[in-house]
């Protein structure tokens, strides 16, 4: 797995530093970039870092290079950039200012390259009694607030990170950008989706990893797979930012692992 980072030093001359994370791939490709693009930084991982643990050891990185940089630019390795995408990011970040008074985290959209449809990016939250609902917030020509947002493509100011720190070290994997994004909601920092999409990006989330359709062990394998829902994590996550549910959350999720038609 690699993990792009990006360290933004001067916006206005764009000057960029790219820390990557090589989580113990086997394929040739850190040596191919060392040897392409001498200039991107390579962090060595053993293999069990997955994303959010990838993207940690990246900001991290960056923080402790003895470097002094205005901000940061998260990006997944399989990301294909559309053209404007960092224009649509600065003015996204003029429009903050202007606003808000204040700089935000701001989520630049992918969509699928066969069928054009929004993969990643910004949701919002519709939040009841016992469960809470995420919902995608689809991009158009101004910036739009969100609650939420995927770290494909997130860039945070440095004024926010000094807030905010880097992403939780409890998650090893999905939940680290939501958690991070809503933290910063919660702390009345705007979360915005920069206008238009900035990329090419495929969905590569399992759509149901409880379904029915699945045999009983599979499910409960699933339940604290690190590529399904991480049990124990997503209980943290709904202890941090919706308190009660976590218990009814538990008991729900035992009973839709245990019993196909729950």
Known sequence: MHSFFTAIRDVRGYSFTVFLTDDGSTDGTSDSIKRLFPHV????????????????????????????????????????????????????????????????????STKDKETGTLTYGGHGLQNHIFRHRTF??????????????????????RTVADQLGVLDARFTHSLADFDYTLTASQRGIPVLVTPGFGGYCANDHPEDVL???????????????????????????????????APYAFIVLWAKALFRNC
């Not at 959010?52 to 998260?74: C, E, I, Q, V």
């Open 41 to 108: 930084q390579v962090i060595a991982g053993q293999g069990n870092l997955f994303w959010a643990g990838g993207m940690r050891l990246a900001w991290n990185k960056a923080l402790h290079s003895g470097l002094s940089f205005d901000a940061y630019l998260l990006i997944n390795d399989d990301v294909e950039f559309l053209p404007f995408f960092w224009e649509s990011i600065l003015s996204t970040q003029t429009y903050a200012l202007k606003t808000y008074a204040k700089e935000g985290i701001y989520v630049s």
């Open 136 to 157: 995608p917030v689809e991009p158009c020509t101004q910036p739009k607030k969100c609650r939420l947002a995927n770290a494909n493509i997130l860039f945070v100011p």
């Open 211 to 245: 379904s029915a359709s699945l045999s009983r062990a599979q499910r409960i394998q699933n339940l604290y797979s690190h590529k399904g829902l991480v049990l124990n994590e997503y209980l943290y996550y709904l202890r941090k930012h919706f308190c009660f549910k």
